[in-house]
């Protein structure tokens, strides 16, 4: 298909370049939610609520793995740090183990005005620390009413467990092993539950309460859905439909609700809470949220409730709203206590002490500290995950190659995409052309193609992080090496393709991130994980799909194209290489080395969607170089820090390839890099 286009001008797009990436994963994230409200609407039809409650239940655990919680678990190791007596509560502070040598460091209230043994509450922290109020004043609030309180820091923000927890810094590196950050929240939740029944002074023969607010909160739906101990909850703040705030709205939120296939497996807010049920749930929220709109949070709450009368047990669902913002107040703290007294021990009549907002105070900090470990985090237990993973894994070329196509489904052939092509126009010795390739529904792929005047030629396909242009500008290295200007030597060709979020298809800021912990590649990379079809598989099939393309151009000999990537194009062109199996070569520049090295760092350099969900299951980097059967070379590869791959690291690598294929060249955008394109490109190398 041609355009009327007989100017160099870049070909018009018929969608916002700037926007469709992400109306591509919005629509394809509403398409999930809206069967995921189709089944929830088949279960009320047919009053088949447990089948449904079951394959939300399943689904959840599936995220999560064999927890080393419960029953079969080893026994908390309890090591004492200290104790403070208060007005009508102990503070107790103990560290216990979830993982090896990973540590929770809880704080207990013990209420002083009530015999033993006590009912119990589990309260998480949100993105926070539980020196502040929201997490204080309820716990004390319940410990004075009769609650044996148990808080604990979550991963990172602003608690004691921050080197190597960062939220989002470091929960995106559990993605590369196949798991989820959640599983450190959500773990630690139900360890403090295999804690407290180690205690004489707490009962657990009608279950435990738990109760949090926004990641807290989060923390607590989950855990609901995983441990039957849990007979009691009360998220607060926490919870709208997945359709508005992180879909629609586009807030990247964080990498431990965003499982890998949560949206492909139908899994909103809303299931959470109905598949919970008949559980007795108090959902609060406060009227003046400003991330969780009471609006969603209304809508959500009806549907809630309709799962709730659908059993016939409509009192076990509430839904409260304070007059507050986003937060745990103690208006809340006192509906709960309500709540818990009512279903937690069976006594709605039980009187609640009239404590005013004014007899409640936080207490100095560093009574709440605990001192766990800082040595082991999320980072260096994926770190170990991986090495594990590195000792089983095949290398074996046939099953990196079935895997890398597993992984970026592709197990069928990329059709040849659409084009919409310009008239050629001529520059000096070779013919500039802009297309545009279409390779799926809602996605456009602007592309500069630039041939010789006359014959079939030999020709690169070009990927960029940074633009496809960037390095034909000014005579760069993709220019010299297809001979531009050179009328004394036989032309090549170059197709720069920019593949989707990438040059001008790169997403335009949305509102969410112009927080600290937002940012546009989290959005991307949580999102299309969610999806089940992570943004770096989407590109490679791009890059598939333009090969296809290419190899119908009159204009290039089939069996004459290599691959070049540069930066993050580097992971496409390498997978692309090896799933197609058919290019004459390769060649990646300032690539990342292994996603390895995005673990060993303290502080990588890499967007958010580097880390491929479960890659590392099957393979790493080296792995798809030594499975390819084409010429490779690996130019100024990158550690996970950014860092150009130390001299005698690349002689190793080289060593265990048996060949000479990475290599160190600081002028990797100069003349050596258009020498290697050109080496590569001669018929000499190329069947």
């Given at each position: 298909m041609t355009s009327d286009n007989a100017s160099p001008s870049p070909i018009v797009a018929t969608t916002d370049l700037r926007d469709m990436l992400r109306r591509y994963l919005i629509e394809r994230g509403l398409g999930s939610m809206q069967a995921s409200a189709q089944r929830r609407t088949a279960a009320l039809a047919t009053g088949d609520i447990a089948t449904y409650r079951q394959t939300i239940r399943e689904a959840v655990r599936a995220f999560y793995g064999d927890l080393p919680v419960g029953p079969h678990a080893v026994r908390p190791t309890v090591i004492r740090v200290s104790q403070f007596d208060k007005r009508g509560y102990r503070l107790e502070n103990v560290l216990f183990d979830t993982y090896p040598e990973w540590q929770v460091n809880a704080t207990v209230y013990v209420p002083l005005d009530y015999a033993p043994p006590y009912p119990a509450v589990v309260i998480p922290v949100g993105h926070s620390g539980k020196q502040f109020e929201s997490?204080?004043?309820?716990?004390?609030?319940?410990?004075?009413?009769?609650?044996l309180a148990l808080l604990f820091d979550p991963p990172g923000q602003a608690g004691e467990k921050q080197p190597g927890n960062d939220h989002f810094h470091d929960g995106v590196r559990c993605y590369l092993?196949?798991?989820?950050?959640?599983?450190y929240f959500v773990a630690?939740?139900?360890?403090?539950?295999?804690?407290?029944?180690?205690?004489?002074?707490v009962d657990l023969s009608d279950g435990v309460a738990m109760t949090g607010v926004s990641g807290g909160g989060t923390t607590t739906t989950f855990a609901t859905l995983l441990d039957a101990r849990i007979s009691v909850t009360g998220p607060s703040c926490c919870l709208s439909p997945l359709a508005q705030l992180d879909i629609t709205q586009c807030y990247a939120g964080c990498p431990e609700t965003h499982m890998t296939g949560r949206y492909a497996e139908g899994i909103d807010e809303v299931d959470l809470l109905c598949a919970a049920s008949p559980t007795p749930v108090l959902l609060m929220a406060g009227a003046l949220d400003e991330v969780f709109h009471i609006d969603d949070t209304r809508r959500l709450a009806g549907e809630v409730q309709r799962f709730y009368n659908s059993l016939g047990r409509p009192d076990r669902f509430e839904f409260f709203v304070d007059d507050g913002g986003h937060a745990y107040s103690l208006a809340q703290a006192r509906r709960f206590v309500s709540f818990m007294n009512r279903w937690l021990l069976g006594k709605p009549d039980r009187s609640i002490p009239d404590l005013s907002d004014a007899s409640f105070a936080l207490d100095p900090y560093p009574e709440l500290q605990c001192h766990p470990r800082p040595d082991v985090n999320m980072r260096t237990l994926t770190l170990e995950r991986a090495g594990a993973l590195e000792v089983t894994r095949s290398r074996d070329a046939r099953r990196v190659r079935a895997a890398a196509s597993a992984l970026v489904r592709t197990q069928d052939a990329v059709p040849t995409p659409q084009a919409l092509t310009s008239q050629p126009f001529q520059v000096w010795t070779h013919m500039w052309q802009q297309i545009l390739l279409r390779p799926e529904p809602g996605i456009e792929l602007p592309a500069t193609f630039v041939y010789p005047i006359l014959g079939a030629a030999r020709a690169v396909l070009h990927l960029d992080d940074r633009g496809r242009n960037r390095l034909l500008y000014r005579h760069g290295p993709v220019a010299d090496a297809v001979r531009f200007i050179q009328r004394e030597a036989s032309g090549r060709a170059a197709f720069c393709v920019d593949l989707r979020g990438w040059g001008d298809t790169a997403p335009a800021m949305y509102p969410y991130e112009m927080a600290g912990w937002g940012?546009?590649?989290?959005?991307?990379?949580?999102?299309?994980?969610?999806?089940?079809?992570?943004l770096m598989s989407m590109r490679v099939r791009d890059a598939l799909a333009t090969l296809?393309?290419?190899?119908?151009?009159p204009e290039v000999v089939p069996g004459g194209i290599i691959v070049s990537g540069c930066g993050n194009a580097g992971i496409v062109a390498l997978h692309t290489a090896l799933i197609d199996g058919q290019v004459g070569g390769v060649i990646v520049w300032d690539c990342l080395v292994s996603f390895r090295t995005l673990l060993e760092t303290e502080a990588y350099t890499w967007p958010a969607d580097t880390f491929v969900p479960g890659v590392l299951l099957y393979y790493d980097l080296p792995d798809l170089v030594a499975a390819l059967t084409c010429p490779v070379k690996i130019v100024n590869p990158r550690t996970g820090a950014g860092a150009i791959l130390p001299a005698r690291d690349?002689?190793?690598?080289?060593?265990?390839l048996g060949m000479n294929v990475y290599t160190t060249d600081v002028d990797a955008e100069g003349d050596q890099l258009a020498s290697a394109l050109g080496a590569m490109l001669d018929p000499g190398l190329i069947p």
């Open positions: 997490y204080q004043l309820p716990a004390q609030f319940f410990a004075r009413c009769g609650y092993v196949g798991e989820t950050s959640s599983q630690d939740a139900l360890r403090c539950i295999d804690y407290l029944e180690t205690r004489e002074d940012g546009i590649d989290r959005y991307l990379a949580y999102t299309s994980a969610a999806l089940g079809d992570p296809a393309y290419l190899r119908t151009r690349i002689d190793a690598l080289n060593h265990d």
